[in-house]
């Protein structure tokens, strides 16, 4: 393992290691030189070779200080030149053993297991992937594999005839947000960078200020901006998907070969250390369903206990290794409402608490996708039906368990959470608030409400108060030594979160070049399960105002990035 941090682009250079390029097939139809920006279709292939389209006049605006000393970068990496160009989409910069370009992939659509192709521009499915992604470095560092994506790097053949770009905005929140469920012990993709560009402006729907309107009701120019979001792949349920269609549709002789040999890759990136490379393939294919369906499930519990809402669970926005993937339609729960969904495009169906009705049916899809590869081996078919079927139960199991760990309880008690999930409804309890103040009540007074009422968004009454008071006293008979489940509960319930009345001041102020904001989230936020000081908690450990209950762009938004 390096112990001396890398401080020169050349040194970094020498860390790539290029598995995708070197173990999947291209597009035969592709460019050599990566110059592939316009829309079209792609009928085969893995991978589109592309370049990024750099940022005119790119400017250092953040990086992560973690991530930066995981890979072991040293941080003034951040601001040389070479690595702020490649950073900014000038792949141009790229020296040996690097690829003078990057890649893009094509995927599949599928919305609570029923497959689209609408969304694709020629209306075939042939034209939809990552339309502004584009993965420009694949290396080992200290020991583990990683793949750097610019998001907002400009078009590829999958961009359906948009920009490419991502705008200030967006980048702020994704570069916020991925290391915030870091911090917060949830699998996700990580942020490395974030640079904005001082001459480039790109034209997006948004709102007006103080606008409550549900849809944008004005256009916005914004600064273009890119992040680079870091992964062990970025491969996604709906890439086995589109491989598995083309296969039923006997769309060209290779389709079969395409699909096992993206299986492979994806147990080889993502899986190896728990599967053992001796066995038979179709083997092989059985623990990789089993331990998905187990990286799935906990991580939509994960998503639960913390009050994240993805918004936008399709099968193409669900990582196949198991973690957080796609931060434009996401939110944070505040004022409890299972229901709970900030995206003006996502509807009831990807809302806060049906995520794991989401997850099933995303796992439905990927084991759709495994079937054909083991459809000559009867035996192997119903074992992977087995763990299909068994999902539903291991999910419920999964959540009972987190439920528990909140409340700190012994043992799942699904009528003593039913009921408080009640309670909270009624007395309009921030998520958040609520049960980090639920955590403090074990070493105090079971009686005491006080408490508790700083997370209500309504005033109790004497009927409610006797509720509460009742279901304290049952909640407490189950709990053991006070100081323990006290500390055990903060460890699972953050003192802080993610607000968006309090992100939206940082991008706002970014675009005027003041990154102090941005910079006090950043830390802020790396520690969420620490009390704040009385200073941050003024600011941070409040009630959502009222004037941001509805406002166009806080409360609920678009994903126009």
């Keep these: 393992m390096s112990t001396t941090p890398i401080t020169s682009f050349a040194e970094f250079a020498q860390r790539a290691d290029y598995s995708l390029l070197e173990s999947l097939q291209p597009d035969p139809q592709a460019t050599l030189d990566g110059h592939d920006h316009r829309p079209r279709q792609v009928f085969s292939g893995h991978y589109v070779p592309v370049t990024p389209t750099p940022l005119p006049v790119p400017a250092y605006l953040a990086h992560s200080p973690s991530l930066f000393q995981e890979l072991g970068l040293s941080d003034s990496l951040a601001h040389d030149e070479a690595f702020l160009r490649l950073f900014s989409g000038d792949i141009s910069v790229a020296r040996q053993p690097m690829r003078p370009y990057g890649w893009a992939t094509g995927y599949a659509l599928s919305i609570y297991g029923a497959e689209y192709i609408q969304q694709c521009p020629f209306g075939t499915g042939n034209g939809y992937g990552d339309g502004r992604a584009i993965s420009v470095f694949e290396g080992v560092f200290n020991g583990q594999r990683w793949e750097l994506q610019l998001k907002g790097g400009g078009p590829t053949p999958y961009c359906r005839g948009a920009d490419g770009r991502a705008v200030l905005r967006s980048s702020v929140r994704e570069f916020l947000a991925q290391e915030f469920m870091h911090a917060l012990g949830v699998p996700t993709s990580r ?46 349920v709906g890439q086995l998907e589109l491989f598995a269609r083309r296969l039923r549709r006997q769309a060209h002789p290779e389709a079969l070969n395409e699909l096992r040999l993206i299986v492979a890759h994806l147990i080889e990136r993502n899986y190896r250390p728990e599967i053992d490379p001796s066995l038979a393939f179709g083997d092989q294919v059985l623990e990789l369903a089993g331990l998905f369906r187990t990286r799935l499930i906990a991580l939509v519990a994960h998503w639960m206990r913390v009050g994240f809402c993805q918004g936008n669970f399709n099968s193409d926005n669900c990582a196949a290794g198991g973690y957080t993937l796609d931060y434009g339609p996401f939110g944070f729960c505040e004022r409890f409402d299972p229901g709970f969904q900030p995206w003006t495009g996502g509807g009831e169906h990807f809302s806060f608490f049906n995520q794991p009705v989401a997850a099933g049916a995303n796992y439905q899809m990927f084991w759709s996708a495994l079937r054909p590869l083991l459809a000559d081996n009867s035996e192997a078919l119903a074992q992977l039906d087995s763990i299909r079927d068994g999902f539903a139960g291991a999910m419920n199991q999964e959540l009972e368990a987190m439920w528990a760990r909140k409340l700190g309880l012994a043992a799942p008690d699904a009528a003593l959470v039913n009921e408080l999930l009640e309670l909270m409804l009624r007395s309009q309890a921030d998520y958040t608030i609520f049960f980090r103040r639920l955590s403090e009540i074990p070493v105090t007074t079971p009686e005491h409400l006080s408490a508790l009422k700083q997370s209500f968004y309504e005033p109790s009454s004497e009927g409610l108060d006797a509720a509460w008071s009742g279901w304290l006293e049952r909640w407490r008979a189950q709990i053991g030594d006070l100081v323990e489940t006290s500390a055990a509960m903060k460890r699972c319930n953050p003192a802080i979160t993610w607000r968006e009345w309090l992100i939206a001041p940082a991008y706002q102020q970014a675009e005027q070049g003041d990154t102090a904001l941005l910079q006090e989230l950043q830390a802020v936020f790396s520690h969420p399960y620490d009390a704040p000081s009385a200073e941050l908690a003024a600011t941070y450990d409040r009630l959502k105002p009222r004037e941001f209950f509805n406002a166009g762009g806080v409360s609920h938004y678009s994903c126009s990035s």
């Design 191 to 236: 942020s490395l960078t974030l640079y904005g560009s001082g001459a480039e402006t790109v034209r997006r729907p948004w709102y007006a200020p103080g606008s409550t309107s549900f849809d944008p009701d004005v256009l916005v120019d914004n600064p273009a901006a890119i992040t680079t979001r870091v992964a062990p792949s970025f491969l996604r």
